[in-house]
């Protein structure tokens, strides 16, 4: 009889661990999706919810992400040195390379830019076989940046007290701000939808941009994949403000040049340069307010994917969704992943147009659908995009990472907006 009990026992406990084993494995899945699609809010409060009841590697794996997301690139570096030190048995040669990936991004944000390129060499030579050609190429386009900037001193800023500047808006209706190397003064748009900051070959030859002859494959705002040459500017004023050591994607000229309205873009200050501001806040009368001291809020809102900003919005009955925000877009639009998951209402409320749509490396045609009177909340506060165009095909990665594109007319309608990269918050 004891036999038959012991029997039991074990029988009774082996089951209860599977169902455990099956409910973790589970929420693992669901926590490696919110990584895929890079929605790292969610991603937090699973890991705040469910620490306990995944191994070890799992919560250094998934917490190196979210701190990267919310641009704590110290403590994403330290978590996945701890992941690498656990014992072989617990980690995987896909979890590796995944968070190698992840590391170089980190040390590339850091201005590390020789770390940076060592890690992409050992990715390249001990997890090539873990990677598809996709990731490789992306691995070595990436690697070609640091190794160029290798030699490139860490950006800095000149501390500042609060600074106000006025921004124009161009033919475009794009914001400028503007920028001097030297004696050369030009206004150069402002775009926390760009990577890194840009500039053209001849406004580079005038502000004195040292070219590092190392050109990269860049993923333009359409979808498209254009060539650039890396420089930097050893030192370049801001409005008020001076920064050094500023890299640059150099284009040629008529890669930035508009023949419809005889317009050409002279430079973008990118993601880099904006960040190091901390805080910016854009008010309804076209002015950048940038503070000595970054504000503090509770508000914890604003993610990071790469150098792209992304945040929550409530659109459809308050369905909450990831958007870019994007300051170097003069409308809004909705990606193909809003198509797809919202393709009847589309379908009802829109109609069908054909579509230009231009930025820096060209120009993209297609058939999409513009909806009218699109409304959306943001925190406490609500909007509406009179004229919200629809993307019927997917533009790569930019839409598979979020839902949107949210520009300057969501600040107007909504009176302004700040952007705190510090504590990660927005606030419209």
């Known amino acids: ?182 004696d050369s003064v030009d206004d150069f748009i402002f775009d926390t939808g760009a990577n890194l900051s840009t500039i053209s070959e001849g406004e580079a030859k005038k502000m004195g941009v040292r070219h590092l002859h190392s050109k990269i494959n860049v993923g333009s705002s359409q979808g498209m994949v254009v060539q650039a040459e890396m420089g930097v500017a050893d030192s370049l004023q801001v409005g008020a403000l001076v920064v050094r050591h500023v890299v640059f994607l150099i284009l040629p000229d008529d890669m930035l040049y508009f023949k419809p309205v005889h317009f050409g873009i002279k430079g973008i200050i990118g993601y880099p340069v904006i960040a190091a501001m901390r805080q910016v806040h854009i008010s309804a009368g076209d002015t950048l307010m940038v503070p000595a001291v970054p504000a503090k809020s509770d508000l914890h809102n604003l993610e990071m994917n790469g150098n792209t900003p992304v945040f929550y919005m409530a659109v459809n009955n308050n369905d909450t969704l990831d958007f870019r925000f994007d300051s170097g877009a003069s409308q809004s639009e909705l990606y193909n992943r809003y198509y797809e998951r919202y393709k009847a209402w589309v379908h009802e409320h829109g109609h069908k147009v054909r579509i230009k749509m231009g930025g820096a490396g060209g120009v993209r045609k297609s058939k999409d659908y513009v909806v009218d009177d699109f409304v959306f909340k943001v925190g406490h506060r609500a909007g509406v995009i009179h004229s919200a165009n629809v993307q019927t095909k997917p533009l790569g990665d930019v839409d598979r990472v979020a839902y949107g594109n949210i520009g300057q007319d969501v600040v107007k309608a909504l009176g302004g907006v700040t952007l705190n990269f510090e504590g990660m918050w927005i606030e419209f």
């Open 1 to 182: 009889m004891k036999g038959v009990f012991l029997f039991l026992f074990l029988l009774v406990s082996l089951c209860a661990g599977a169902q455990v084993d099956g409910r973790d494995g589970a929420i693992v899945r669901e926590m490696k999706g919110l990584v895929a699609g890079a929605d790292f809010f969610r991603l937090e409060r699973m890991l705040g919810q469910y620490s306990d009841s995944i191994s070890t590697a799992d919560r250094l794996y998934f917490q190196s992400y979210v701190d990267n997301g919310f641009n704590r690139n110290r403590a994403s570096i330290y978590r996945i040195d701890s992941f690498t030190h656990l014992d072989i048995h617990e980690r995987t040669d896909t979890a590796e390379a995944q968070l190698l990936q992840l590391l170089m991004d980190n040390y590339g944000k850091l201005f590390a830019y020789r770390k940076a390129g060592e890690i992409s060499d050992y990715i390249l030579h001990a997890y090539s076989g873990v990677l598809d050609s996709s990731e490789r190429n992306d691995v070595a386009n990436t690697g070609r940046i640091w190794h160029a900037l290798e030699d490139v001193a860490a950006q800095s800023m000149t501390p500042h007290g609060d600074v106000l500047m006025p921004m124009r808006r161009d033919i475009l209706g794009l914001w400028n701000i503007p920028v001097s190397s030297g």
